[in-house]
T-cell receptor, first 117, second 107 residues
Framework: DAGVIQSPRHEVTEMGQEVTLRCKPI?????LFWYRQTMMRGLELLIY????????DSGMPEDRFSAKMPNASFSTLKIQPSEPRDSAVYFC???????????????FGPGTRLTVT | RKEVEQDPGPFNVPEGATVAFNCTYS??????FFWYRQDCRKEPKLLMS???SGNEDGRFTAQLNRASQYISLLIRDSKLSDSATYLC????????FGTGTKLQVIP
């Protein structure tokens, strides 16, 4: 079975450019999460969706970040304009059931390693 | 005070040793607790959930102490393959990951 799929795996871009990260959750999972991981701050929850609807985006650092989930099998995280401090590994995760109960195991994708120069 | 705190380590232990990590949390209303494992440059993966009564999975034992607001992970008979970063996860309305404890098992 395919796990969570993320693309690209690596992205190097210049400051000011737009960056779009993509995620395909596990089929049938109703929760999708976007995380950012850095050495200094660890793994931070940016936003999560339930049934394609954004539930909590309080972790999104600022207006330069936006996320969408147009359907159950696809989500994007966009940074515009990008800055060097956005350099991190961005993980997407999905789960069946979530905060409302059910199995809460989150399955993570392999991550996108973003470098902004 | 951070919501979830872990000793970053590294914990360097010889093969066969027993090692334990603690993780403290600040919100007494926290509802669920988990340990995830993350290998270098890989994604986190669920290791085990932590139940109020404590639970064991092979060489791994997880415990919850609500009075003192911490969870623990005990690894017996450490293997080289246990070398990884162990992330504590606490849930209250949303999940919060600790920054992880790095374990290095030495031959």
């Amino acid at each position: 079975d395919a796990g969570v799929i993320q693309s690209p795996r690596h992205e190097v871009t210049e400051m000011g450019q737009e960056v779009t990260l993509r995620c395909k959750p596990i089929s049938g999972h109703d929760y999708l999460f976007w995380y950012r991981q850095t050495m200094m701050r660890g793994l931070e929850l940016l936003i999560y969706f339930n049934n394609n609807v954004p539930i909590d985006d309080s972790g999104m650092p600022e207006d330069r970040f936006s996320a969408k989930m147009p359907n159950a099998s696809f989500s994007t995280l966009k940074i515009q304009p990008s800055e060097p401090r956005d350099s991190a590994v961005y993980f997407c995760a999905s789960s069946l059931g979530g905060l409302a109960g059910g199995s809460y195991e989150q399955y993570f994708g392999p991550g996108t390693r973003l470098t902004v120069t | 005070r951070k919501e979830v705190e872990q000793d970053p380590g590294p914990f360097n232990v010889p093969e066969g040793a027993t090692v334990a990590f603690n993780c403290t949390y600040s919100n007494s209303a926290s509802q669920s607790f988990f340990w995830y494992r993350q290998d270098c440059r890989k994604e986190p993966k669920l290791l085990m959930s932590v139940y109020s009564s404590g639970n064991e999975d092979g060489r791994f034992t997880a415990q919850l102490n609500r009075a003192s607001q911490y969870i623990s992970l005990l690894i017996r008979d450490s293997k080289l393959s246990d070398s990884a970063t162990y992330l504590c996860v606490v849930r209250y309305q949303k999940v919060t990951f600790g920054t992880g404890t790095k374990l290095q098992v030495i031959p």
